[in-house]
């Protein structure tokens, strides 16, 4: 995986061009997301989903029969980087962008987006403030943290009613939106957590917070975070004598959390929509993913769905015009591998559960 990912990154720094039969493409769009840094392998599924959707599309004659270019930006889910990428991005001319993937990179870029009147849906940023922003042209394929979190506050009030529970996030929008909504409805619930934390992403040793823990007698600990400190937790947790109960949200839906956390990441749990690569619309799709040797898992889906409304707007408006798809965006119901959706007046969509999955042996399937 590591030496196809370089190889994409190149190919996408001098300009790769995703087509059929053609010497140049005729209309440039983008997916942005950490293509390097700690959460890589989320920028891995977007990747992948994005040239995925992109060569079917070319295939088929591309949008409104014009070929479609690809072009990245990395922003290592770094604000202040996620508003050069978006800059940088248009002044390459795209009339689309397919991501971010951190909240804390959608949220300013699409400041950026907005002004320009470029088109921005996002595959996986949850956090509320996004579309509460007003932005008419701003949308998620997604859910939110305000529902997600909800169905984490009241599956734990209920199923560890007797436990001693604490909530930690990593600072950041994602992170603490995620866990203060889950504290929210925890405590409509009726139950009170013994610690809520901040974390600092990135920290390697995390055994002043498992002293505090183990001090508290906590034995489910709520994580709004990303999958590599929530497998370090858990790994160090178990090394120093402490079993706890991991509870997570969507951002623990990559591999790389069960190779960081070994076998102590057993038993883990988190928060994310009905498993995508078991819709019948994916099905094809996911054969094409993994005749190509990759599984399609997380976002890689939703990413591909992305492409798919927006290809269907343009179409459906019969141009690739930016302000013509962007109202066409909101006006249409739209087929995809992760199922029918329509976009609210907010950029939000319809019918986006949440429902848990389990980690074992290295792997996670829908409970």
Not at 94 to 121: K, L, Q, R, T, W
Not at 156 to 171: F, L, W
Not at 249 to 266: C, V, Y
Request: proline share 4%; glycine share 10%.
């Amino acid at each position: 995986m590591a030496k196809t990912f370089k190889t994409s990154l190149f190919a996408a720094a001098a300009g790769l061009i995703l087509s059929t039969g053609v010497a140049q493409a005729d209309v440039k769009i983008a997916i942005a997301g950490p293509f390097t840094g700690q959460l890589a392998s989320f920028g891995e599924q977007l990747k992948r989903g994005a040239e995925m959707a992109v060569r079917d599309l070319n295939a088929k004659g591309g949008v409104n029969g014009k070929k479609i270019q690809l072009v990245y930006g990395d922003d290592q889910c770094d604000p202040k980087q996620a508003v050069s990428v978006a800059n940088n991005l248009v002044n390459q001319g795209v009339v689309f962008v397919a991501g971010h993937f951190c909240s804390s990179s959608s949220i300013p870029a699409s400041d950026v987006y907005n002004e320009e009147g470029i088109p921005m849906i996002t595959p996986a940023s949850t956090n509320p403030t996004l579309t509460e922003k007003g932005y008419d042209r701003v949308y998620r394929v997604c859910g939110r943290d305000d529902q997600q979190g909800s169905v984490a506050g009241a599956y734990v009030a209920k199923a560890h009613a007797s436990d001693n529970v604490a909530i930690i996030h990593d600072k950041t929008a994602y992170g603490k939106g995620l866990a203060d909504e889950m504290k929210k409805a925890l405590n409509a619930a009726g139950k009170k957590e013994m610690i809520y934390e901040p974390i600092t992403a990135g920290e390697k040793d995390y055994s002043a917070l498992i002293s505090k823990l183990k001090k508290a007698k906590i034995s489910v600990v709520y994580l709004g975070g990303y999958h590599p400190e929530g497998g370090l937790i858990v790994r160090q947790a178990k090394e120093q004598g402490l079993k706890i109960q991991l509870i997570s949200g969507d951002a623990l839906n990559s591999l790389e959390f069960g190779s960081i956390a070994g076998p102590a990441g057993d038993g883990t749990i988190f928060t994310f929509g009905p498993e995508p690569r078991n819709f019948p619309e994916a099905q094809a799709v996911v054969k094409s993913f993994k005749d190509g040797g990759y599984d399609p898992e997380g976002y890689t889906l939703y990413t591909y769905a992305t492409l798919q409304a927006w290809a269907q707007a343009a179409t459906e408006a019969k141009t690739n015009d930016m302000d013509a798809v962007a109202k066409q965006l909101h006006n249409t119901r739209f087929n995809t591998v992760i199922g029918q959706f329509s976009f609210n007046e907010k950029g939000d969509t319809d019918g986006r559960a949440y429902v848990w999955y389990e980690w074992k042996d290295g792997n996670y399937a829908e409970r």
